[in-house]
Nanobody, 122 residues
Framework: QVQLVESGGGLVQAGGSLRLSCSAS????????MGWYRQAPGNGRELVAA???????NYADSVKGRFTISRDNAKNTTYLEMNSLKPEDTAVYYC????????????????WGQGTQVTVSS
């Protein structure tokens, strides 16, 4: 079984900062891309940031220059540093990872965390 566990959400004032963490555990051979998505009430889930195992990153235009994604491959963990937070960043943030379970099987599977609430007050 594979689990993704997020932490670090909370309530912060506009202009503040938060750091989210997501750790993968279980029977894992390797992890390719890891990413953060968010979903605000009434909206669909959108990509916030993603990072490959080699460190290449991609960001939504709305968070460029404010958010930074990173990862520690040895710990199977990804982080999202969020600065200059705005009320429109309020959402449930979900971690996602593309995980290969077996060395002899090339398929990757997408796993999701349970989500962590981020609320930015104005």
């Amino acid at each position: 079984q594979v689990q993704l566990v997020e932490s670090g959400g909370g309530l912060v004032q506009a202009g503040g900062s938060l750091r989210l963490s997501c750790s993968a555990s279980g029977s894992i051979f390797s992890i390719n891309a890891m990413g953060w998505y968010r979903q605000a009430p009434g909206n669909g889930r959108e990509l916030v940031a993603a990072i490959t195992s080699g460190g290449s990153t991609n960001y939504a235009d709305s968070v460029k220059g404010r958010f930074t994604i990173s990862r520690d491959n040895a710990k199977n963990t990804t982080y999202l540093e969020m600065n200059s937070l705005k009320p429109e960043d309020t959402a449930v943030y979900y971690c996602n990872a593309a995980i290969r379970l077996r060395w002899y099987h090339p398929d990757e599977y997408a796993y999701w965390g349970q989500g962590t609430q981020v609320t930015v007050s104005s």
